[in-house]
């Protein structure tokens, strides 16, 4: 219910407050920030340094460092950026504080949608809402007469024709990384199959006949990719779109302000979105919902924890937003839609809609079983069945481990 309010929220567009002159206050603390290093924290570490002495690290590996860093005493980083996928090791090591008594002197201009409440308390604060949602060249597909696909099974079809017409280097690009990223491929397409990751009791559930469907469907994709698809990360398929190599992808709805970057793009004004195929008839885009935001480490003083909120409120303020408003679906006063944002809305707002990514403990074992099994499947050195039933043996010696199972 969570998620379904703030992807709604990110689909309307906000009445605008006044917007501020740079920062409304000269910062004395020292506040450092980890954070993923896509356009939209770009835009938001840029307004916090406003406010002086900000030091940001952008890295699109933050989630495998955020855990160890906030252990620290005192943590490395005041500020970081997190999403509902990557909250959850920092809420089970309590490393974040509560923010409600930041929220009540600071935040006045959040919106509830903003805040995300555990167990009856804010831990964090939603910048914007994401997903991943088919991009697409509009002018390939204008030149073959094609379709927008809103099936996979008509997105291979597409990409067939694609492929004989020769008009780009590949039909396809995908995030299938191996690790997190081929993961949250699978992911998608699991839950697009109608999967379920694990059972009431925490025992694994993907040895199933959805996991298998969903391995067959992701292979059956890489036959239209660059075959160096494993080392495919959201830059990477960016920057394929950007060089005019691909025709489309199933990618974050953040990326699409990059492909009119014209410093940048090839591409500009010929990449569309599109609601998230769907994996099977009736069902749901195959896709998960995620927010993104900021939280603030427990492992430091009360002075510097206040400066990190109050810079952070001015990277999130409506000033911020009109300057970067196509850099995400934000959840920000001020924010208008864009015509890019269309298909993150379309894949939000689907009947039946897409779930959110599940933000417990034993998704993010499943999470990092997936990443560690799966390029088995991929290179060839496990059957689809193997590879599932390797996922199943990783994640019930970590959840043992956890204290999850028996």
Same mark, same amino acid.
């Given at each position: 219910?969570?998620?379904?309010? #703030?992807? /709604? ?9 006044? =917007?501020? *002159? !740079?920062?409304?206050? @000269?910062?004395? $603390? ?113 030149? #073959?007469? /094609? ?9 291979? =079809?597409? *990409? !067939?024709?694609?492929? @004989?017409?020769? $008009? ?128 603030? *480490? ?109």
């Amino acid at each position: 219910m969570l998620m379904k309010k #703030l992807a /709604l929220a990110g689909v309307i567009a906000m009445m605008g407050s006044t =917007a501020m *002159a !740079a920062c409304a206050f @000269e910062n004395e $603390v020292e506040v450092k920030s980890l954070s993923a290093g896509f356009e939209a924290w770009k835009a938001v570490t840029d307004a916090m340094a406003e406010c002086g002495m900000v030091q940001a690290e952008l890295d699109q590996e933050f989630r495998t460092k955020q855990p160890a860093a906030f252990a620290a005493d005192p943590s490395l980083y005041a500020l970081g950026g997190v999403s509902n996928g990557t909250i959850t090791p920092l809420l089970n090591e309590g490393t974040i504080r509560p923010l409600d008594d930041l929220v009540a002197k600071y935040g006045q201009n959040l919106t509830p949608n903003q805040l995300i409440q555990i167990d009856g308390q804010v831990m964090a604060v939603a910048m914007m809402v994401n997903t991943q949602h088919l991009m697409y060249r509009t002018d390939i597909f204008e030149d #073959l007469g /094609l379709e927008v696909p809103k099936t996979y099974s008509e997105l291979l =079809a597409v *990409a !067939a024709t694609i492929q @004989e017409a020769g $008009v780009v280097d590949y039909p396809l690009g995908a995030t299938m990384k191996s690790g997190w990223n081929l993961a949250q491929d699978f992911n998608n397409m699991f839950v697009g199959f109608g999967g379920t990751f694990y059972n009431d009791d925490s025992t694994p559930n993907v040895n199933t006949e959805a996991g298998r469907q969903a391995l067959v469907m992701m292979s059956g994709l890489t036959e239209f990719m660059d075959p160096e698809y494993l080392v495919s990360d959201s830059t990477y398929v960016q920057q394929q779109f950007q060089q005019g190599k691909i025709a489309m992808a199933n990618l974050w709805a953040s990326r699409g302000g990059a492909m009119d970057d014209e410093a940048e793009s090839q591409v500009v004004g010929l990449v569309g979105s599109a609601a998230a195929p769907t994996a099977m008839d009736g069902g749901s885009p195959a896709t998960t919902l995620w927010w993104d935001g900021i939280v603030i *480490a427990k492992n430091i003083d009360d002075a510097t924890a206040e400066a990190a909120f109050r810079v952070a409120m001015e990277g999130l303020d409506s000033e911020m937003v009109s300057a970067n408003n196509d850099d995400a679906i934000w959840l920000v006063e001020g924010y208008q839609p864009s015509a890019m944002a269309s298909g993150a809305i379309a894949t939000a707002t689907a009947q039946p809609a897409p779930p959110s990514y599940p933000s417990t403990s034993q998704m993010g074992l499943m999470h990092t079983a997936l990443g560690n099994e799966l390029p088995a499947f991929f290179t060839g050195d496990a059957t689809a069945e193997e590879a599932l039933a390797a996922v199943e043996e990783a994640y019930t010696a970590a959840a043992r481990e956890a204290g999850l199972l028996e």
